[in-house]
């Protein structure tokens, strides 16, 4: 069995920071790919950015400059920096990792949603 947890969202104002984190754990020998998307209210959902187990990273345009993401493979966990927050980055951020379990197998996982919602 794997889990993930999500934490780190919340209410920030326009302009404002968040740091998102989603923590694995359970039956997982290694991690590759690691990644944040993201479901706008009334929108489908899309992808944030991607980092793979080597620490290259993909974003989507239109949060180039502004996320951050990053891991610590030590702790099977991957981070997304938001800066300078705007209205349209209201969303619930899904992380999504695909694992490798101990004893075999390949999966994609995807964590519960946090929500983030910025204000004016």
């Known amino acids: 069995q794997v889990q993930l947890v999500e934490s780190g969202g919340g209410l920030v104002q326009h302009g404002g920071s968040l740091r998102l984190s989603c923590a694995a754990s359970g039956s997982i020998f290694s991690i590759y790919v690691m990644g944040w998307y993201r479901r706008a209210p009334g929108k489908q959902r899309e992808l944030v950015a991607t980092?793979?187990?080597?620490?290259?990273?993909n974003y989507a345009d239109s949060v180039k400059g502004l996320l951050t993401i990053s891991r610590d493979n030590a702790k099977n966990t991957v981070y997304l920096q938001m800066n300078n927050l705007k209205l349209e980055d209201t969303a619930v951020y899904y992380c999504?990792?695909?694992?490798?379990?101990?004893?075999?197998?390949?999966?994609?996982?995807w964590g519960q949603g946090t929500q983030v919602t910025v204000s004016s």
């Open positions: 980092i793979s187990s080597g620490g290259s990273t």
């Open positions: 999504n990792l695909l694992i490798r379990r101990t004893g075999g197998g390949i999966d994609n996982y």
